[in-house]
């Protein structure tokens, strides 16, 4: 998920003001995953380009009328990188832009997101010039580094209960180095009876709509992903006819009919933060796409308060099993079906 950001807002002025930041006079401003609330003001905005790979993100910025990316392209007078929580893809995305960038590259991150150890090693790699603290983080610029041992690598990573089976992934993404432990017991959960449409919302690399399409009553997958490199893998790991592909956010999607089933291992994490409240959208957004009859298939941590949510949101509520860390859910009859 993206990082949240709440004090670049903060930084980046006074950086600019006092001179911390020099913004060059003209050229294309690169500002790299912020959050989508993030104020940006300070920026002129005809020249500010907001790359994110996030899909709440790309779609908030776009509607208060930025320029945006998925992923950064061409040159750049300037970039602002807003550091997200993963180390692995914090790096990448410093050793994709450095080299794209004449001018200041400016890093900007709480301490949560790990930005006193990346000004600690570029210090080592290249100018790194003043460092303003605040509102628990800093924002320095660094010109002239060498990162390009921080290059993003592709990953592979064995099926649990196939080794052979291998499935490609990248810095950054859930799970990457390895299957999650509660999507492998909800799949393992899942019917061989299963037919008809299904949706895998949040589908991530693909590991759980690998599982559904296994079943042969399956005559139709949707992946939704908001995770633009997350959904690229799973191009690479579903080559399966039935198999459609969704760079959208989750909470909003509409499927074009009702759907049978849902299948979902949500997130419930925005930064650090735990927000359950994420998960509950995933929920009652499950409700709203599916037939009449149609069934939600969950896994979700023990500690996740999901059974009011699901009680609310569907007529029939079953635990499925349970470990010392997942619980799993079957829902069916949604209060509020999609009709057609």
């Not at 992946?223 to 006819?241: G, K, T």
Request: hydrophobic share 45%.
């Amino acid at each position: 998920m993206p990082c949240s950001h709440p004090m670049l807002s903060d930084r980046l002025p006074l950086a600019l003001e006092n001179g911390a930041v020099e913004m060059p006079a003209e050229g294309r401003i690169a500002v790299v995953a912020p959050s989508p609330g993030a104020d940006i003001s300070s920026l002129p905005k005809e020249r500010v380009v907001v790359v994110s790979r996030y899909y709440p993100v790309y779609r908030a910025f776009a509607d208060r009328g930025y320029s945006v990316a998925v992923a950064p392209d061409g040159h750049f007078a300037m970039a602002v990188i807003c550091l997200p929580r993963s180390k692995a893809e914090a790096r990448a995305l410093v050793a994709e832009v450095l080299p794209l960038t004449n001018g200041p590259v400016v890093i900007d991150g709480q301490k949560t997101d790990g930005v006193a150890s990346m000004l600690k090693e570029l210090r080592k790699r290249g100018d790194v010039g003043e460092v303003l603290s605040k509102a628990h983080g800093k924002l320095f610029t660094v010109r002239g580094a060498e990162c390009r041992d921080w290059v993003a690598k592709a990953t592979k990573v064995a099926h649990p209960m196939d080794p052979a089976r291998q499935f490609m992934t990248s810095p950054g993404l859930f799970s990457a180095d390895g299957v999650d432990p509660g999507s492998a017991a909800l799949a393992e959960a899942l019917p061989d009876a299963m037919k008809g449409h299904v949706v895998d919302l949040g589908a991530g690399w693909g590991f759980l709509s690998d599982a559904i399409l296994k079943r042969n009553g399956v005559t139709r997958l949707d992946l939704v992903e908001a995770d633009h490199a997350a959904l690229d893998a799973a191009r690479q790991n579903i080559s399966d006819p039935r198999a459609a592909f969704h760079w959208a956010d989750a909470l909003t999607f509409r499927a074009d009919a009702a759907v049978d089933h849902v299948v979902t291992n949500p997130p419930f994490h925005t930064g650090r933060a735990a927000e359950p409240s994420l998960g509950q959208g995933f929920i009652r957004a499950s409700a709203s796409i599916l037939k009449p009859r149609g069934h939600l298939w969950l896994v979700a941590n023990r500690h996740l308060p999901y059974e009011k949510t699901l009680e609310a949101g569907f007529r029939s509520v079953r635990l499925l099993g349970q470990t010392a860390e997942y619980k799993l859910f079957t829902a069916t009859q949604p209060r509020t079906p999609r009709k057609g």
